[in-house]
């Protein structure tokens, strides 16, 4: 186990509302069992790992990579994802819109949802304009909103 905060991980209660929510944007999650080594993991152990259309993941990765990495996939067109291996790539603009939309999908998992996944994401050091991913997504995230919105990922 790594020596990061205490943040929400990849427990059994967690797999399949995880496992529906990828499977709802064409990803498949792969766990990877015990202390193995994840492949597509950008960071490394224990953050999620992005291949093709395969997410990877063991049980002490935190929901809240697992939920960013997803969204990395969800926010690329088809000619990245035919090409994606270990770095989502993107833009700044992009990471705030991935950043954004991992806090909605959140609530999509039980147990989870964006008040945890705020936490968690200060917890393990996301770096926000106003300090907080709270306070960021309260009043400073109308530009990831319109990213999102403006490419039909999220409704207006």
Not at 87 to 108: F, H, M, R, S
Not at 127 to 152: K, Y
Request: glycine share 10%.
């Amino acid at each position: 186990m790594d020596m990061k905060p205490d943040v929400l991980r990849l427990e059994s209660r967690f797999l399949a509302p995880v496992r529906q929510l990828l499977l709802e944007y064409g990803l498949e999650l792969v766990l990877i069992p015990g202390q193995g080594k994840i492949p597509g993991s950008f960071w490394g152990e224990p953050e999620a790992g992005l291949i093709a259309t395969r997410l990877y993941a063991r049980s002490d990765t935190p929901l809240h990579s697992i939920l960013h990495e997803a969204c990395h996939f969800i926010c690329m067109d088809s000619d990245r994802r035919e090409q994606l291996d270990t770095n989502a790539g993107g833009d700044y603009d992009e990471e705030n819109a991935v950043c954004y939309l991992q806090i909605l999908l959140a609530n999509k998992i039980g147990g989870f949802g964006q008040d945890r996944a705020m936490t968690d994401m200060d917890r393990w050091g996301y770096s926000f304009r106003l300090g907080s991913a709270r306070d960021w997504f309260e009043t400073d995230a109308e530009d990831a909103r319109g990213w999102l919105v403006q490419r039909g990922v999220i409704e207006g």
